[in-house]
């Protein structure tokens, strides 16, 4: 709030005469802004809080800044300075300068960052060095640097190394800072550089420093310069080689997620290797490291069944290497059966161009059943061969596979949820950080739709006027490689009778023995000769194994695998030829015409987005995004501009058109058009079908996680009065806009639901925009004690139960104190212990995972959560014995005790003494 104007010039003088008299308390001293009154200086923030309660005016240290006091004064006519400390200053940059110097003259890449200042507890001057290209991460995080701070007649001196990464990945900076530990003795530094080293956690950042305090900096500044250059020489040298390590050993354990956009002709090599000329357009593989994920995604010109999906997932294998062309197509022959015939457009020009090749090895394949489309999770794939994966894909692909323990959903919690999108459509679960939110939302989901998929329509099948057998050719007779569409030959065989039956236009799947042991074409009879029955090979598949087959219902029981394949021709019942159409894919059949084709559709019955500060319009429902365009031929780039749908925008189609499916309405609402035109006949049968048969809708759903982060009533514009119920389509109130960029119709079917979350230490509900509160139900999510209870508590093993009963009644006497300190919104949340429920066995194995979460994510929390109130911060952890206490008073004020400071048994007896206080 602004300072109140009943604060005079005379009430300034008169502060200032008791500050004369009294002082300036320690916690009110200036840090450089000063009021100048008869050459003396005073702090402005004090003089104005001094005056305030001379002028009688209730106000707060916290309720105006420095800038707003400084500018109050001077419009009162008082002098007003600000002070820097030009010695800091000097000796900051001649030590930086000095060892730029002296670091480049033993071979190191060095070079200024930058000189600045903060003002925290007195006035600070830092120094930053650039770190080296190689180590690829950015100064912002990590860096080594001087600062300077000056007192009144002395100063401290301190070189050290940062690491700061942003608050979602604050686990990062212990994770690097403990992997320095196992590279670094921090001891026998300390004795090389003439000073202890330190290693310091704050909330955000980390820091190993090592600190010297000069009486009089001015008369050794020399001094001074001297030791902060080979201190830093010291520092340098010995963390530097540590940085590398380190960070290699992170970056080797979190796996970066790339796609393959590839068009193989069969499946067979997908998940088996990545390879490409070692050329520019592909140096990018040259990032892959071991570890990594892969998703492989298949164009427009693969398989047909499989096109423009994503079909699985796959780990990459040791690191990029690069061979040549020979090993490269000793592979793919190993792999592909046919590859000189599959790639021959490689041999053509690939392999008379390039040499060299990357090759990547892969491992783990993991098939995304049923294969997930690109245009259900809005992937636009570009012109090119290999790509980094979008935060988005990995979201979308990934979604639903949350890492916490599996905990029912509470028994009445669904028909709640239920019974508030039949009345709203769509709710926000909210409450304090770690209630489950997320977890829920996700739960429920996968409760009301298992799979994640709406199969809707009646299956292709296999006609029946036509008889289908299995065919075994044998690679000791016939050689693979001659295996191609259009081979014909005569076979016959010892089961004379499945020869005399067959007729022409019947249909044989090709079994092709070791070591392929799988079906592998289609052929047709195209008549019969003294020798046997004659077969054309009509399609090249990649079919079931043996093993396969051998394994699953119905065609295990069928007389080819009973006999174990020995013979040439055997007869399949239609049953079991539709089984191994279906391990096929209906749509390689399609061109064959052997099928009856059926009008199934699956549609992906949930969409995943987090909301943020910079989440627009555009990005959710609609709009103009720029693409890069390069011509297979020239190799030239165009950007080409073109309307591209969100999130919002492609789960109401696929809602839409489901439901247009389920009702047996045989239109579809497309990525390039607006909402298709309907006859009256059409509506009504739609209407009726929602009227008579809602539980049968097939239901889909919308998460946004933390919604409140967004600007709503600009991610959803206009849209956010169709949200209505009654103005959805199909309804009594129908409200049909027009969308102001691609001008198509669009509207919000009825079988479509939004579940946002909603973490209300970050934002109030009260403060939500209006029109959102009034359009959305709520449920709010608090600690549930009880959860704990049933899931670790009463599951622990005998030695355990007692620890878990100390953890939750702490957590629960910890939630007390932040309501009456802070208010009930700031709790902290059950879902923090849940990761206890993978240690309900060992004692020591459950305090080590519980020491983690307190002192890692509980603490770090409460220090920020009063960040500017430590007194509060006190209360909310005081215990009566300041041993057993998880914080300690100084001249400083308030600091949280390290992890370090606790054995097992003294980190039970702080939670214990925190129980204890609170039942007192």
Known sequence: MPIPDGITREHVLKAIDEINREGVPPKHQAQNTFLVVEGKKYPVKYVVLKAAKVAGVDLSIKEFTTLEAKNYLKR????????????????????????????????????????GYFSKKGHTIYYKLKLPPELNISSKLVHFEWLARPEEESAQFMVGLHLEFPREQRKLNRKLADLLLEYVDLDKLGKRVGAPVVREDKIVFTWFTASKMYESPADTEEEIIEWLVTSMLEFYKTFLPALKDALDKIKKHEPSYWVEIASP??????????????????????????????YHYITSKGPSEYQKKFVGKSKVKGFPKVVKKEEIKERLQSIVSSWDEHYSEFTDTWFSRYNEFYLLELEDFEPFEPPISASEIGFKAPQSYFIRAPSEIIK??????????????????????????????????????????????????????????????????????????????????????????????????????AFEEIEEGDIAFVYLTHPYKRVTAIARCTGKTEEGAKFKII????????????????????????????????????????????????????????????????????????????????????????????DPETGKKELLFKVEEGVFKRISRNAYNALL?????????????????????????????????????PKFYLIIDEINRGDIPKIFGELITLLETDKRLFMDNETVTTLPYSKK?????????????????????????????????????????????????????????????????????????????????????????FRLNDHLNSREEFLKELKIIWFHEILPLLQEYFYDSPEKLERVLKSKNSENSFIRSSEDGIELKSEDEFTDDSFLEALKALIEAERE
């Open 661 to 697: 499916a389920w009702a047996g309405v045989e239109k579809e609402w497309t990525e390039n058009t607006g909402l298709p035109s309907l006859s009256k006949d059409e509506i009504e049968r739609i209407k009726r079908k929602i009227k008579n048969e809602a539980e049968g809708m």
């Open 76 to 115: 009162l006519g008082f002098n007003i300075v600000r002070e820097e400390w030009k010695l800091g200053i000097r000796i900051l940059s001649k030590a930086g300068e000095g060892f730029i110097k002296r670091a480049s003259e033993e071979g190191f890449n060095v070079s200024m960052n930058q000189l």
């Open 265 to 294: 002709p069969t499946m067979d090599y997908v998940g088996k290797l990545i390879w490409a000329p070692k050329g520019k357009r592909w140096k990018i593989i040259e990032e892959v490291k071991e570890g990594d994920v892969v």
């Open 745 to 833: 119709r669009f509207g919000v079917p009825p079988n479509l639901h939004i579940i946002g979350t909603m973490n209300t230490s970050d934002r109030s509900i009260a403060l939500m925009d209006v029109a959102l509160r009034r359009r959305f139900g709520f449920i709010e999510m608090m600690p549930d004690y009880t959860v704990l209870k049933e899931h670790i508590i009463d599951n622990a093993s005998e030695e355990v139960k007692p620890l878990a009963g100390i953890a939750v009644s702490a957590l629960k006497a910890l939630n007390k104190r932040i309501k009456r300190e802070y208010d009930r919104d700031h709790q902290i949340g059950h879902s923090y212990y």
């Open 539 to 630: 399609k090249l598949v990649n079919g079931p194994t043996y093993d396969e087959m051998k394994r699953e219902e119905p065609i295990s029981d069928s007389l080819a695998v009973r006999t174990m394949l020995r013979g040439t021709l055997f007869p399949l019942s239609h049953e079991e030829a539709q089984w191994i159409a279906s391990k096929i894919g209906f749509d390689a059949l399609k061109p064959l015409g052997v099928l009856d084709e059926g009008t199934k559709r699956e549609f992906k019955a949930f969409e995943f987005v987090t909301f943020h500060p910079a989440f627009s319009y555009e990005d959710f429902v609609e709009g103009i995004k720029p693409e890069t365009y390069e």
């Open 396 to 497: 979308a692909l990934d979604v639903g596979k949350f890492s916490e323990s599996e905990v029912i959903i509470p028994p009445k919690m669904p028909s709640k949820i239920d019974n508030l999108l039949a009345r709203k459509g769509q709710l926000i679960l909210y409450g304090p950080p770690g209630t489950g939110k997320t977890w829920l939302a996700s739960k429920y989901i996968r409760h009301k739709v298992p799979n994640g998929i709406h199969s809707l329509g009646k299956d292709s099948s296999l006609r029946e006027d036509i008889k289908y057998y299995l065919l075994v050719m044998s690679t000791a007779k016939y050689d693979p490689s001659q295996i191609k569409e259009g081979l014909e030959e005569v076979f016959s065989g010892k089961l004379l009778h």
